[in-house]
């Protein structure tokens, strides 16, 4: 039984690692072994060498996120043929920020579809993201999703949104139109905004959404900054901007939130007073994520950590009594009139003996 159980749990933390460091060559080798679609013809295998060649001028944005490679091939299934492009990138955030690169909800055509975390169809072009995955399917329509149906059943992982896009109010926020920005290319002209005057110096992280308020529509600008320190010194320059309204504007801890598109000031505090901040403190390089493959190697760590400790115990333990032993016999462990031995006699005959009164 106990064999089993251990087993059972190697077992269970192989597979846990594996998932872990799960590949996009590994989930196109899934969605091949799981289903009718296939793969017609070699991959174009892209990194950050060479991935300006596919994306053009988004190189740089997509640099910054983090790209670990992109692969694009064409596949073909019961419903057709279907272009497929791969990215995989270095984090989840990463993966949801080029995807909201990708998507705009004012193209024509544009509809929302339940695919992966988040997805979109406009034209002859499914596209979703999920865990460190961003999926690219270009054909018929009905392929293209029951293809990214497939993708999505065979990816792993946890699907994470960066910090700063927590920080974006809920109230009359326009699904879609959500953004994550690290660059400056990423900051659309309708902001109206110098991307040198928002600090990608120093590292600042940015969600963008419009908010519908009264049937009008304004921009609302998250910038989040390493430390409050800098959130407060780039406050104190919009504030020595004159054409700069402090009704438009709100820091929050290390947030400075910023509203654009309108110049109704009520529609501005309405949005505004949604942004809130709480401090967390938090390890910043590497993540403090545990995954379980984690947990469950730092548990077995303790436990052969102990192991070891009980085990040169027990043995120094005794080797110093057979040593003591063998150099003063009798004189510190087993000394004669310390020994208490019973015996049995087992090879004497029985006794008998009478009560009497």
Same mark, same amino acid.
């Given at each position: 039984m106990?064999?089993?159980?251990?087993?059972?749990?190697?077992?269970?933390?192989?597979?846990?690692?594996?998932l872990?460091?799960?590949?996009?060559?590994?989930?196109?080798?899934?969605?091949?072994?799981?289903?009718?679609?296939?793969?017609?013809?070699?991959?174009?295998?892209?990194?950050?060498?060479?991935?300006?060649? =596919?994306?053009?001028?988004?190189?740089?944005?997509?640099?910054?996120?983090?790209?670990?490679?992109?692969?694009?091939?064409?596949?073909t299934?019961? =419903?057709?043929?279907?272009?497929?492009?791969?990215?995989e990138? =270095?984090?989840?955030?990463?993966?949801?920020?080029?995807?909201? =690169?990708?998507?705009?909800?004012?193209?024509?055509?544009?509809?929302?579809?339940?695919?992966?975390?988040?997805?979109?169809?406009?034209?002859?072009?499914v596209?979703?993201?999920?865990?460190?995955?961003?999926?690219?399917?270009?054909?018929?329509?009905?392929?293209?999703?029951?293809?990214?149906?497939?993708?999505?059943?065979?990816?792993?992982?946890?699907?994470?949104?960066?910090?700063?896009?927590?920080?974006?109010?809920?109230?009359?926020?326009?699904?879609?139109?959500?953004?994550?920005?690290?660059?400056?290319?990423?900051?659309?002209r309708?902001?109206?905004?110098?991307?040198?005057?928002?600090?990608?110096?120093?590292?600042?992280?940015?969600?963008?959404?419009?908010?519908?308020?009264n049937?009008?529509?304004?921009?609302?600008?998250?910038?989040?900054?390493?430390?409050?320190?800098?959130a407060?010194?780039?406050?104190e320059?919009?504030?020595?901007?004159?054409?700069?309204?402090?009704?438009?504007r709100?820091r929050v801890?290390?947030?400075?939130?910023?509203?654009?598109?309108?110049?109704?000031?009520?529609?501005?505090?309405?949005?505004?007073?949604?942004?809130?901040?709480?401090?967390?403190?938090?390890?910043?390089q590497?993540?403090?994520?545990?995954?379980?493959?984690?947990?469950?190697?730092?548990i077995?760590?303790?436990?052969?950590?102990?192991?070891?400790?009980?085990?040169?115990?027990?043995?120094?333990?005794?080797?110093?009594r057979v040593?003591?032993?063998?150099?003063?016999?009798?004189?510190?462990?087993?000394?004669?009139?310390?020994?208490?031995?019973?015996?049995?006699?087992?090879?004497?005959g029985l006794?008998?003996?009478?009560?009497?009164?």
């Open positions: 106990t064999k089993k159980w251990l087993a059972g749990l190697l077992w269970a933390l192989m597979a846990t690692v594996a872990q460091g799960q590949s996009r060559e590994s989930v196109l080798k899934a969605v091949q072994e799981t289903s009718m679609w296939t793969p017609a013809g070699q991959p174009a295998l892209y990194d950050e060498k060479n991935i300006e060649a =596919l994306v053009g001028r988004r190189a740089p944005a997509i640099h910054r996120y983090g790209l670990t490679g992109v692969t694009v091939q064409n596949w299934g019961p =419903l057709g043929n279907v272009r497929l492009t791969l990215y990138m =270095l984090e989840p955030s990463a993966a949801y920020g080029l995807f909201t =690169l990708e998507r705009n909800p004012n193209q024509s055509g544009f509809v929302s579809v339940p695919l992966g975390t988040e997805g979109f169809r406009a034209g002859n072009r596209q979703f993201w999920q865990s460190k995955y961003v999926v690219k399917l270009e054909g018929d329509s009905a392929a293209a999703e029951d293809l990214a149906r497939t993708i999505s059943e065979n990816v792993f992982g946890r699907s994470r949104k960066p910090p700063v896009s927590a920080y974006l109010p809920p109230a009359n926020f326009v699904p879609g139109s959500d953004k994550y920005v690290v660059e400056a290319s990423g900051i659309g309708e902001l109206n905004l110098k991307p040198e005057a928002l600090g990608f110096d120093d590292s600042v992280e940015i969600a963008t959404a419009d908010y519908r308020v049937g009008k529509t304004a921009h609302l600008i998250l910038l989040l900054y390493p430390t409050q320190q800098l407060k010194k780039y406050e320059l919009w504030a020595a901007d004159t054409t700069s309204d402090a009704g438009f709100k801890g290390a947030v400075l939130a910023l509203v654009r598109g309108s110049t109704d000031a009520s529609i501005a505090k309405i949005i505004l007073d949604g942004v809130n901040y709480e401090t967390q403190v938090t390890w910043d590497p993540r403090p994520d545990l995954s379980l493959p984690e947990v469950i190697l730092t077995f760590t303790f436990i052969g950590i102990a192991l070891l400790f009980t085990f040169v115990v027990g043995l120094s333990f005794g080797g110093i040593f003591v032993k063998a150099r003063y016999p009798g004189r510190v462990f087993d000394r004669p009139e310390e020994m208490e031995i019973i015996q049995l006699k087992l090879g004497q006794i008998h003996k009478e009560l009497r009164e």
